[in-house]
């Protein structure tokens, strides 16, 4: 275990803006935290190590569970109720807070520490004005809380007309506003300290980035310290000095951001850094240009032959919803407006776009499970547009989704086996022995072992459950499958490995993708084409290598530029 | 918002008409004469009977019958019941006291459902928890005539604290221990769901986010909390305002309470068709009203409901 090692690095790396004086702000020695569950405690964190210096930022990199949100949590006393911390301490400003009283710790959040949670949509209480949250919280910490002070606050942190603002709700607010107004109640009492944990994961790159930089500008005024956590490693080599990398509840490894990129020592990090898709991204654009490799390492190459005959064919397809207004009136919403492309056969075509931008509604028009307004998507040359119940059911058998939330789409009270044999009972397909051989089959092909038949979704991690819903897409043997942002849900490892296991069967079984997604940097390891939607209309496409290597519209170049650490020059070979 | 006031008057239109055609149907369907009910065991020269049935229009009919009471009551006219009093004088006399039973019942029950909730809720697992818990559960599982006889019984008769029964004018002290009496098991349900909610509530992302604010827990528990875990509770209370107002028919019974449960009870008994119809009527009216109430309470506590 090379941790030791890394701790040194972080100890005597110098930090850049201005953190010249020799105590640091943040310091957690040996931290240990312990849950109590049922079963007897556990330690969630182990001999934690850490320094964050006055103005510096600092991240936290790691996948789900391993420990790098409960971290961050005990250093404000945040931890939940049945969590301790159960050795170690936690210094800030020269000063242990790992036992204060109560009252001490309610004195430091908001004036000394503040925090900008995770997700926007449920971190502003739903039934209060914004700027009710905003004054509260300057309230709280003895700040003038007029509503001059609570409009300044909220256009510090770019909110637009703030004044007005103030007098909404939170759900009259977009994801990106919310997130704007829980940085500034973070920062509105000018805290030394600010713990960012993934700020901005549940937003759109664009917007992602516009926050991103709007902290960062923030910050550096301020001359707050920032601790960053993130899962993604581009995102924390870009914004942080100093990255520290957690697994399993111990940091692994600790050093400034380019140096732990370039040469990653412990193997946890090694195979972070080679499978974290913005940086494995921009690794294919680097190693095209020295001709090293081909893209197709990572994702295996689709045979060349395919792609001959068009299997979906979507022309001037329109979707229009009708909004409910007062008194009766309804207004007319235009989700998908004119948009053709076609899905060659055994090729990946994806579909990027931010939310809104219509292409969920595009997977579920082509699906069959949303009725176009006008237009027609042509399957194997037949208008499913026109399809009867009866010929709706037959083609529901040759197209397949797979959907992003792999906890959501799997019925919790059916066990694997008859998760995955659903499809093939409701279709009619054999008897009840080839449909057990059928699962076995399907089981094989997603490597998963089949002893996992009688185990209930609850009992799986994320990455087996998306294992599980691709395998009931294949158990009718469609031709097509539409996977509506698949792996957006799944850490980073996780994501390669399903990529990987799509680009194998695609291989294999010579299966058309049509692959919904946010994300570029996905879209990049997987795709053949790329149609890029902006509000409800295609505005560009393309193959993927045109798209990424010579984008046409701003739109789509902006995109490209929000993809966390594609601004990092990373040698070719470093990756 | 106007819209959907307008529009929820409408709706209760069929709601009515359904609901009074279905009590009218039991009612006057029943076998055997309805003046028999009124001329007792001596019955009544044919001459009254026939009286009788001219002025109840017994001798239309079924849904003539029915027309012509709809139209009585559309023109604010009860008619009479068969002891010959005007039924609207006698609903006017009854009413307020159930209402102001109703009201001490739901009072109660709020006020103490929702502090031992919230208590109970933040000390989840713990004894006051615990036994809370199973308090509420015994009070859910005995009968409530039960209950009320037993407190009538310790309270009124045995320690002499409260008369055990209500006079006629019904004053405040009187009504105390049938109010108690009436919001038991509704105490118990908003107990529990004020528990439920809470528990729910406490571990949202907001009430941490409030915290990391730097607010005290006091205000955290009140202020983010409380007002989201009382939407469900306000609707439970809301819905069970309807039914305290119509359905005291034990408790009023029990305390002797000169009140609307009790009318209709009497009036059941003495097969006085007239007035169990006005009656259930009127309540059918107060339940949907209530209703309204509760859906209106519901887009002032939690803003996010927009009624379009």
Known sequence: MSHSTGMDDARGSTARAGANEAVPLLELRDLAITFATSNGDVEAVRNAHLTVMPGETVAIVGESGSGKSTTALAAIGLLPGNGRVSNGSI???????TRASQKRIVELRGSSIGMVP?????????????????????????????????????????????????NQYPHEFSGGMRQRALIAIGLSCRPRLLIADEPTSALDVTVQRQILDHLDTMTEQLGTAVLLITHDLGLAAERAHKVIVMYRGQVVEAGPALELLTNPRHPYTQKLVAS??????????????????????????VPRDAGKDTVIEVSDLTKVFKLR?????????????DVSFSVQRGTTTAVVGESGSGKSTVAKMVLGLEDATSGSIRFDGVDITTLGRKDLFDFRRRVQPIFQDPYGSLDPMYNIYRTIEEPLRVHGIGDSKSREKKVRELLDQVALPSSMMQRFPNELSGGQRQRVAIARALALDPEVVICDEAVSALDVLVQAQILNLLADLQSELGLSYLFITHDLAVVRQI????????????????TTDDVFDNPQTAYTKALLAAIPGAGLELPPEAA | MTWYIVRRFLQMIPVFLGATLLVYFLVFSLPGDATA??????????????????????????????????????????GTNFSGRPIATIIAEVFPTTAKLALMALVLE????????????????????????????????VPIFVLGFLMQFLIGVKLQWTNPTVSGDA?????????????????????????????????????????????????????????NSLIPVVTFLGADLGALMGGAIVTEGIFNVNGVGNTLYRAVLNGDGPMVVSIVTFLILIFVLANLLVDLLYAWLDPRIRYA
């Open chain 1, 527 to 542: 795709a053949d084409h790329v149609a890029v939607m902006e509000k409800g209309r295609l505005v560009e496409q393309g």
């Open chain 2, 37 to 78: 009910a009124i001329c007792g065991d001596r019955g009544c020269t044919p001459a009254v009977v026939a009286g009788l049935r001219e002025q109840y229009n017994l001798d239309e009919p079924f849904f003539i019958q029915y027309l012509l009471y709809l139209k009585g009551v559309l023109t604010f006219d009860l």
């Open chain 2, 110 to 141: 709020a006020v103490f459902g929702i502090v031992f909730g919230l208590v109970a809720g933040l000390r989840k697992g713990k004894l006051f928890d615990s036994s809370v818990l199973v308090l509420s559960l015994v009070v859910i599982a």
């Open chain 1, 325 to 337: 207004g007062s008194w009766g009136r309804s207004t007319d919403f235009t989700a998908v407006d």
């Open chain 1, 118 to 166: 995770q997700d926007p949509m449920s971190n502003l209480n739903p039934v209060w004005k914004i700027g009710f949250q905003v004054r509260e919280t300057l309230r709280a910490n003895g700040l003038p809380s007029g509503t001059q002070d609570v409009a300044k606050v909220l256009a510090e942190a770019g909110l637009p007309d703030a004044e007005s603002r103030a």
């Open chain 1, 91 to 97: 210094i800030f400003d020269g000063e242990d807070i």
């Open chain 2, 171 to 227: 004053t405040f002290t009187e009504l105390i221990l049938p109010a108690v009496v009436l919001g038991l098991v509704s105490f118990a349900y908003v107990l529990r769901l004020t528990r439920t909610s809470i528990i729910e509530n406490v571990n949202a992302d907001y009430v941490r986010t409030a915290t990391a604010k730097g607010l005290s827990r006091k205000r955290v528990v009140v202020v983010h909390v409380l007002r």
């Open chain 1, 276 to 301: 974290a898709p913005s940086i494995a991204s921009r690794r294919i654009a680097s190693a095209k240009k020295a001709r090293v490799v081909s893209g197709d390492e990572l994702a295996p190459a």
